[in-house]
């Protein structure tokens, strides 16, 4: 079980040293009410496996399918989200804040 | 970040030592560039060296800006300590949710029958005396103290370390009765009413716990309000 932070880097190593292309999502900037603090994190294998959390489950869905493309191009990307009603085609934040999440491939 | 790095933030987390990342957050830049792992005592080369040591003193993360350029420091402080007297059955639960809460919990107690490795899968416990073992765990105002034993030869010596250490969280198990005779020898030991009085007792939130995990519950949620007071009072 992961459940804090530290032990998801950990659980990262162990995905990593076991073959698995990885990525690791973090928060990197928060504006407003928002639902995980700066540092958190998400961890998430190219089969779209994850762990860990940067928004309490609003937001994971989209962080994971970017993800992919993250592990497959090896090139970070920088993604932000605001309230889920903004743009109709786009998920988002419910609480009405904004996060920028970092996601970058391991190496 | 590659393998290495993740590795060498990993391994010095472990240790409980406090570790940061710092990110570049332009682009264009080698994977291996990206990124720097650094201890306290490795940041004053740094162009951004203020910032980061700010940011191992209050353990927020955040992006800073230097010399044009913009980083992501992310910071990892050791986890808050947990010392418990008592290898109890509320110890048993209490210790789960130390563990799933990030807390660093050691469990004390001379008692071998209950001080097992089985009784405790995963957590440190030390079946010695808590003046034996208190000194070289070295409690600080980073530590939350919690005596479960209900037996004074075992749980005053470790309230009175608590007490002296300043433990940002002091809490002892036992009844109303049981505490007023815990306060007396306390008084008697040279402590004022104002440090016996910041012992938590009956110890844990009011929430009507009856089972030991209840209880357990109620004592993990006391440390946190506790630890997280300055945010609270935000």
């Known amino acids: 079980m992961s459940t804090n932070d530290a032990e998801l880097l950990v659980k990262a190593e162990e995905w990593a040293r076991a073959g698995k292309k990885i990525a690791i999502a973090t928060v990197i900037e928060t504006w407003g009410s928002a639902p995980r603090p700066v540092g958190s994190h998400l961890v998430i294998d190219a089969e779209g496996n994850f762990l860990g959390s940067v928004s309490g489950g609003c937001v994971e869905g989209a962080v994971v399918a970017e993800a992919a493309e993250v592990i497959a191009s090896g090139e970070p990307r920088l993604l932000e989200f605001g309230v889920a009603d903004e743009t109709a085609w786009r998920v988002g934040l419910s609480c009405g804040g904004k996060i920028a999440v970092r996601v970058e491939p391991v190496t | ?234």
Not at chain 2, 59 to 85: D, M
Not at chain 2, 153 to 167: E, N, Q, S, V, Y
Request: charged share 25%; hydrophobic share 45%.
């Open chain 2, 1 to 234: 970040m590659n393998l290495e790095q993740l590795a060498a933030v990993n391994r010095l987390i472990a240790r409980h030592e406090p570790v940061a990342t710092v990110t570049a957050l332009e682009e264009g830049l080698l994977p291996g560039d990206r990124l720097t792992v650094l201890k306290p005592e490795e940041v004053s080369h740094q162009p951004y060296a203020g910032a980061i040591l700010e940011a191992f003193r209050t353990g927020r993360s955040g992006i800073v800006e230097a010399e044009g350029r913009r980083f992501f420091i992310n910071v990892h402080l050791p986890p808050v300590k947990l010392v418990i007297t008592g290898a109890v059955h509320i110890s048993q639960a209490l210790a789960d949710i130390a563990r799933i809460a990030g807390l660093d919990c050691t469990i004390i107690d001379p008692r071998t029958a209950f001080a097992t490795e089985e009784r405790f899968a995963g957590t440190r416990v030390l079946a010695e005396w808590p003046e034996d073992a208190l000194p070289r765990l070295g409690l600080n105002r980073y530590t939350a103290f919690v005596a479960l034993t209900h037996d004074p030869k075992i749980d005053d010596p470790g309230l009175l370390a608590a007490l002296r250490a300043g433990c940002f969280y002091i809490g002892a198990l036992g009844s109303r009765k049981t505490h007023a005779r815990r306060q007396e020898r306390l008084l008697k030991s040279g402590f004022t009413s104002d440090d016996v009085a910041r012992i938590h007792a009956p110890i844990g939130l009011d929430i009507g716990a009856v089972s030991p995990a209840e209880i357990a519950v109620s004592i993990a949620a006391e440390i946190i309000a506790a630890m997280r007071a300055k945010r609270r009072a935000e």
